[in-house]
């Protein structure tokens, strides 16, 4: 049987809890994929100008696919973020040429390292850390940079392993002096980001750290999603809900975890920077969702979260 998610023990106060709800959803990052190009025209009436999109790495993907999306976003307005999985690159010399030209074409000043689910390196780089040791980042002209962070631990990775590469990271970034963003993978319930972010803060780290929560989307399309990344007890939050065959192959929305990590800081229980959105093919949809909650287009509900 699946557990109701954990709430979180501060008080919601709705005059404090929308705005900030609002605010949440203007601030935020998103994703998008290469096969999302087709949409990105569409989706600049619901984006700032000059908004982060992270640009992610699917299988089989080439660099030079990356560089093409990211010159796209630049062109629309937007601020790409390419997403770099070290594990892929196969020299030092591909590493310079990829970010010269990221650099040059698509004017990118961040990436987001990750080691890449592979089990063997192309190349010499086999961790995150031996990029950051590297250099490379800094002697292109980058001065930012998102490092992956594992609220929930890793399904191929043991929890201290994890713990200690997140630590090792953010210390190596600081060295280079970099602009440092812990981003998670996806998280359901609020609860376990809390407890990770409090830990970081009490072992010295003081980069800013960033949710990650799924966009508006088929719940058998998360819970797909959740099991390939190793969600953990967060998990649970999918299922909080009426078990009817509509129910269940309905949608899942993040109202509830957006408005729980805002009674967070409401409450100053967390100093989380801010949330980024994770789209699974519906990039557009999500766009268009953050812009109405940007505008305060919707109502807390009963439930622990919103209705747009």
Same mark, same amino acid.
């Given at each position: 049987m699946i557990n109701e998610p954990r709430p979180l023990s501060v008080m919601d106060n709705g005059a404090l809890t929308a705005p900030l709800i609002a605010q949440l959803a203007?601030?935020?990052?998103?994703?998008?994929?290469?096969?999302?190009?087709?949409?990105?025209?569409?989706?600049?009436?619901?984006?700032?100008?000059?908004? /982060?999109?992270?640009?992610?790495?699917?299988?089989? /993907?080439?660099?030079?696919?990356?560089?093409?999306?990211?010159?796209?976003?630049?062109?629309?307005?937007?601020?790409?973020?390419?997403?770099?999985?070290?594990?892929?690159?196969?020299?030092?010399?591909?590493?310079?040429?990829?970010?010269?030209?990221l650099v040059r074409e698509a004017q990118i000043s961040e990436v987001l390292l990750i080691a890449g689910d592979y089990a063997q390196a192309l190349g010499p780089f086999d961790c995150v850390a031996d990029v950051l040791r590297s250099g490379a980042l800094t002697e292109h002209g980058l001065h930012r940079v998102s490092l992956a962070g594992h609220p929930e631990g890793?399904?191929?990775?043991?929890?201290?392993?994890?713990?200690?590469?997140?630590?090792e990271k953010v210390e190596l970034a600081d060295r280079a002096g970099l602009h440092?963003?812990?981003?998670?993978?996806?998280?359901?319930?609020?609860?376990?980001?809390?407890?990770?972010?409090?830990?970081?803060?009490?072992?010295?780290?003081?980069?800013?750290?960033?949710?990650?929560?799924?966009?508006?989307?088929?719940?058998?399309?998360?819970?797909?999603?959740?099991?390939?990344?190793?969600?953990?007890?967060?998990?649970?939050?999918?299922g909080a809900r009426p078990t009817s065959l509509v129910k269940i192959i309905g949608d899942h929305g993040p109202q509830a975890v957006m408005r729980s990590l805002a009674q967070a800081r409401v409450a100053q229980a967390s100093d989380f920077a801010g949330l980024h959105f994770f789209c699974f093919g519906g990039y557009l949809r999500t766009c268009e969702w953050l812009h109405q909650v940007a505008e305060s287009r919707f109502t807390l509900n009963d439930s622990g979260g919103f209705d747009c």
């Open positions: 203007r601030e935020a990052t998103i994703e998008l994929c290469y096969h999302d190009l087709k949409d990105l025209e569409s989706s600049r009436r619901f984006l700032a100008p000059g908004k /982060q999109v992270y640009v992610s790495f699917l299988p089989k /993907q080439t660099w030079a696919q990356t560089q093409a999306a990211c010159s796209a976003v630049r062109a629309a307005g937007l601020a790409p973020v390419p997403h770099l999985p070290v594990r892929l690159l196969q020299s030092a010399q591909e590493l310079t040429g990829i970010l010269r030209g890793h399904p191929k990775v043991a929890l201290d392993e994890i713990r200690r590469a997140e630590l440092t963003s812990l981003l998670t993978q996806m998280f359901f319930d609020a609860a376990p980001f809390i407890d990770w972010a409090r830990e970081l803060r009490s072992r010295g780290v003081r980069c800013r750290i960033v949710g990650g929560v799924a966009g508006p989307a088929r719940i058998t399309t998360l819970f797909k999603f959740a099991l390939r990344c190793g969600v953990g007890p967060s998990i649970r939050a999918l």
